[in-house]
C-alpha cells in the first residue's frame, strides 16, 4: 500500500493503474476506521482492480460548534487497517493541500439537501458535496462506495454526480452494525457504557417499524410511532421521518414507493444517525 499526501503524487500513481486499464474504486472517509468503512474497501476489491481510501477530515462540513477539533483521529491505527484490508493507495492530505489559501468556489446542493439532517446542520451537505466533488477530481474513480447509515449523504452526492456529469458510478453498501444492532460510526467512541446501552434504542425503534411494515403495515404515521415508543432513552430526538427514498420528501401514506426511516438523537452529547429502508416486495 502507498500512502500518499498530495494530489500531484496521487496523479502520477493513479496515471499508471489507468493507463493499464484498471479499474479505480474509491472509499471517501473521514477515518478512525470501522468495520463500516471495511466494507466499503471490500465492496471495492470485489469489483475493481485498484482500491482507493481517503482520509480527511473535512472541515467545510462541520458547524462552528460541532465536534471538528475532537473528531476522533487515530492515523497509524487506519493505515495497518488499511493495508491489511488490501487499500492499495490510502490518499491522506492535509487542510492546505485540499482548501488553498485562496480557495472560494462550493458545491451548493438543492432541494436533497434541505430536511432531515440539512435541516439541523445548516451548510454540512454544500461542505460535504464540496469535497466529495473535489476528492472525485483528484482520484477520477470509476466507482465510489458510500455506506448507507448516511442514506441522505448518498442521496445528495448521487444527484450531483448526474447532475455535474460525473462519469463516476455510486454505490451504497448496507450499514454495518454492532452484534446488538448499533450502527457502526466513528462518533461512537464517545459515547460511555450507560449512553452506549441507551443509544441501542435507535437500531430498536427502526428494526421495530421494519418488523411491522414487513407484517404488512403501510401507514407512515402508525410506523413512525412504533419506532418512536423505542426512542424514549435518548436525550434528544432531533428527527425520526418516514421519507421518499428518492426525494427525501415526507412519505405518503400508505406506502407505496420505497420509503426510508431515518433517525437522528443525542445520547448524551453525541449526535448519532441510522435508517432503515423500507422497500416494498417486487410483485
Ligand atoms: O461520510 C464521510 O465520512 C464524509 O462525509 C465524507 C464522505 C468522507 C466527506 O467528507
Given at each position: 500500500m502507498q500512502t500518499i499526501t498530495t494530489v500531484a503524487e496521487l496523479r502520477r500513481t493513479l496515471a499508471k493503474a489507468r493507463s493499464a486499464d484498471k479499474r479505480v474504486g474509491f472509499a471517501p472517509t473521514m477515518g478512525y476506521l470501522h468495520d463500516g468503512h471495511l466494507a466499503l474497501v471490500a465492496a471495492s476489491r470485489a469489483q475493481c482492480d485498484v482500491t482507493v481510501v481517503s482520509i480527511f477530515v473535512n472541515p467545510t462540513q462541520f458547524g462552528p460548534n460541532e465536534d471538528l477539533s475532537t473528531y476522533?483521529?487515530?492515523?497509524?491505527?487506519?493505515?495497518?487497517?488499511?493495508?491489511?484490508?488490501?487499500?492499495?493507495?490510502?490518499?491522506?492530505?492535509?487542510?492546505?493541500?485540499?482548501?488553498?489559501?485562496?480557495?472560494?468556489?462550493?458545491?451548493?446542493?438543492?432541494?436533497?439537501?434541505?430536511?432531515?439532517?440539512?435541516?439541523?446542520?445548516?451548510?454540512?451537505?454544500?461542505?460535504?458535496?464540496?469535497?466529495?466533488?473535489?476528492?472525485?477530481?483528484?482520484?477520477?474513480?470509476?466507482?465510489?462506495?458510500?455506506?448507507?447509515?448516511?442514506f441522505q449523504q448518498c442521496a445528495v452526492v448521487r444527484r450531483m454526480t448526474n447532475d455535474l456529469n460525473l462519469p463516476i458510478e455510486i454505490v451504497t453498501v448496507p450499514t454495518v452494525r454492532e452484534p446488538d444492532g448499533l450502527a457502526m460510526s466513528s462518533r461512537n467512541r464517545y459515547l460511555s457504557e450507560e449512553e452506549r446501552r441507551r443509544a441501542l434504542a435507535i437500531s430498536r425503534g427502526l428494526f421495530a417499524a421494519a418488523d411491522e411494515f414487513r407484517s404488512g403495515e403501510r401507514n407512515v404515521e402508525k410506523l413512525v410511532a412504533i419506532a418512536s415508543r423505542h426512542l424514549k432513552t435518548v436525550d434528544r430526538l432531533q428527527y425520526l421521518e418516514l421519507v421518499d427514498g428518492d426525494t427525501l420528501k415526507t412519505a405518503d401514506s400508505p406506502l407505496r414507493r420505497p420509503a426510508v426511516l431515518c433517525v437522528a438523537a443525542y445520547v448524551g452529547s453525541t449526535r448519532l444517525i441510522d435508517n432503515v429502508i423500507l422497500a416494498l416486495p417486487t410483485p
Open positions: 476522533p483521529r487515530d492515523f497509524l491505527r487506519d493505515e495497518k487497517l488499511c493495508r491489511d484490508a488490501g487499500v492499495a493507495i490510502l490518499f491522506a492530505p492535509d487542510a492546505q493541500e485540499v482548501y488553498p489559501t485562496q480557495f472560494e468556489t462550493f458545491v451548493d446542493p438543492g432541494e436533497l439537501a434541505k430536511p432531515l439532517c440539512g435541516a439541523f446542520r445548516p451548510g454540512h451537505f454544500r461542505g460535504v458535496a464540496t469535497v466529495v466533488c473535489k476528492l472525485f477530481n483528484m482520484v477520477q474513480p470509476d466507482v465510489v462506495f458510500f455506506g448507507q447509515k448516511d
